[in-house]
């Protein structure tokens, strides 16, 4: 995984803020189900180890899930603090979809935290996952508790931005994203690319009737 900072070997490492508290535990207890640390062996680089229980590993010799996401948790752990800009890239690869709808918790948290993050993403669960969190800032305490959400889970339309890139012949086109209430992020590119498979099945299927 690639990470950039000076992080101090085990023992002189900074802790996290107290404002990134809710964002880290989002990430190592829901999607980690551990911890990452940084250990120097003798005169070598600092070695990144994953802690889970009774179990260590070296980063590189864990699943891809922690290795994409070991710098985020040690971004988190020892770096960031309120006002800074994080800027991540696709957050959602190799992560399951429910791992995919942890980690948009973690980038809300981050939001609330004071965070400026800045993230591309092709996940329709990502995106879905945020406008979730945006119903929940307009919701009552009740629908906050059936949705296992907390005050720092709450998104409102004035903390994001989203913008859809566009390729076109005539090159990209930036076009913001409406948040609508009620309903949260438009998906409508998500949904027309979902009814063009969906119609592509339905013809493959008629095909395949005819000739079974």
């Excluded at 107290?18 to 005169?43: C, D, F, N, Y």
């Excluded at 305490?141 to 903390?159: I, Q, R």
């Excluded at 990209?172 to 979902?194: C, M, N, Y």
Aim: negative net charge.
């Amino acid at each position: 995984p690639a990470f950039a900072g000076e992080v101090p070997a085990a023992g002189g490492a900074r802790q996290a803020q107290p404002k990134m508290g809710p964002a880290l535990r989002a990430l190592e207890e829901g999607i980690l189900h551990g911890e990452v640390s940084v250990t120097q062996i003798k005169a070598e680089r600092p070695m990144l180890l994953y802690n889970s229980g009774p179990v260590q590993l070296p980063v590189h010799r864990a699943s891809s899930m922690v290795g994409e996401l070991a710098p985020l948790e040690l971004w988190i752990k020892h770096l960031l603090a309120p006002g800074d800009l994080l800027v991540i890239d696709e957050p959602e690869a190799h992560l399951h979809p429910e791992n995919q709808r942890l980690v948009a918790k973690v980038l809300v948290r981050l939001v609330r935290a004071g965070v400026r993050v800045l993230c591309t993403t092709h996940s329709s669960i990502i995106i879905h996952q945020l406008s979730n969190h945006l119903l929940a800032s307009e919701g009552d305490a009740e629908a906050m508790k059936a949705a296992k959400f907390t005050k720092d889970d709450l998104l409102k339309p004035d903390d994001v931005n989203v913008y859809l890139f566009e390729v076109g012949a005539d090159g990209t086109h930036v076009k913001p994203l409406e948040i609508e209430p009620g309903w949260g992020i438009s998906e409508d590119e998500f949904v027309r690319v979902a009814e063009a498979m969906g119609e592509e099945t339905s013809r493959l299927s008629r095909a395949s009737a005819r000739t079974g």
